[in-house]
């Protein structure tokens, strides 16, 4: 991938509870860094929803080359769906 184009990073969520999860963030982040975020306003009990984040390579351009980067995906980032298993 060239510095400047979009790169579209894909996670499935699944409500694996007994209710349905209500309303919650995701948010993608590259080497600790949010990129982007999307908030869900519900997921029935036993579904799944793809969630897609945007990132602009844009801003990578002026960096020092780096050969590896991390993206990682955090689910209910302000601890707005209960859960008992926590």
Request: hydrophobic residues 35%.
């Amino acid at each position: 991938m060239e510095c400047g184009q979009t790169l579209n990073v894909y996670v499935e969520v699944l409500n694996q509870g007994k209710k349905a999860s209500g309303h919650f963030r995701v948010a993608f982040f590259l080497d600790d860094q949010e990129f982007d975020s999307v908030v869900l306003e519900n997921i029935p009990p036993g579904e799944a929803v793809t969630v897609r984040g945007v990132l602009d390579t844009t801003r990578l351009c002026g960096e020092k080359y780096k050969i590896c980067y991390e993206i990682c995906v955090e689910v209910d980032t302000g601890d707005d769906v209960r859960e008992t298993d926590e």
